[in-house]
């Protein structure tokens, strides 16, 4: 079966400065789609970024990017220029083999100081 | 402006009484889903749909109930069945069936004493 593992409970970064979230994942499907979400303290879940399981290129939209390393079953979140506006959980995120939902990792609480 | 609504925001319930939680989306989508949430966890499936009059138990769906009878609505039923049913609900939405993003309603905070 399926899983996600989000082994950093919690993340502190400054502004301006580039954080890694650390996502690995178990998965016995050749094909797969990972995501990830941010959740605000406000609670809605908001898609961030998804990459292929045979997508070549590292995803990348704006300030985030997927560092992918399908060997180590790994799928790491990079933000780049941190923002106040940062802060909040971070979920990583896999579909199920059955491609009907997904299945989340524990998450990581992001913050950033000025 | 597309996108999903979840009704209400916060809802507050005497233990043994049902509750429906309300989920609208005027996106199109085949596929809905709900998921609840626990502090400091991440989302569980409830149940799943993936198109009309139709719907499959997810993970922990034992004291919940859905219906699908329109393209835009699946409600959720917490019943009294539910052990635990104080939580986060999210409802969500994906074109159809297989890997896409999934869109997410604002939540349901459900507090049941």
């Known amino acids: 079966a399926q899983k996600i593992t989000q082994t950093q409970p919690g993340m502190f970064v400054q502004e301006k400065e580039a954080v890694t979230l650390d996502c690995t994942y178990d998965?016995?499907?050749?094909?797969?789609?990972l995501f990830w979400y941010k959740q605000p303290s406000s609670g809605e879940m908001i898609f961030l970024i998804y990459?292929?399981?045979?997508?070549?290129q590292n995803a990348t939209e704006g300030r985030y990017s997927l560092n992918f390393q399908k060997a180590r079953k790994s799928a790491n979140l990079v933000i780049s220029a941190s923002q106040l506006g940062d802060s909040a959980m971070y979920f990583c995120?896999?579909?199920?083999?059955?491609?009907?939902?997904?299945?989340f990792g524990k998450g990581t609480t992001l913050s950033v100081s000025s | 402006d597309g996108g999903i609504t979840q009704s209400p925001k916060y809802l507050f319930r005497k233990e043994g009484q049902n509750v429906t939680l309300s989920c609208e989306q005027n996106?199109?989508?085949?596929?809905m889903y709900w998921y609840r949430q626990d502090p400091g966890q991440g989302l569980r499936l409830i149940y799943y749909?993936?198109?009309?009059?139709?719907?499959q138990k997810g993970d922990i769906a034992e004291g919940y109930s859905v219906s699908r009878e329109k393209k835009e609505s699946f409600p959720l039923t917490v019943t009294s069945a539910q052990k635990n049913p104080t939580a986060f609900y999210l409802c969500?939405?994906?074109?159809?069936?297989?890997?896409?993003?999934?869109?997410f309603g604002p939540g349901t905070r459900l507090t049941v004493t």
């Open positions: 996106l199109n989508h085949d596929a």
């Open positions: 969500a939405s994906s074109p159809r069936q297989g890997i896409h993003e999934q869109y």
């Open positions: 990459q292929g399981s045979y997508d070549q």
């Open positions: 998965t016995s499907d050749p094909s797969y789609g």
């Open positions: 749909s993936q198109i009309v009059n139709d719907f």
């Open positions: 995120a896999i579909f199920n083999q059955a491609g009907t939902a997904l299945i």
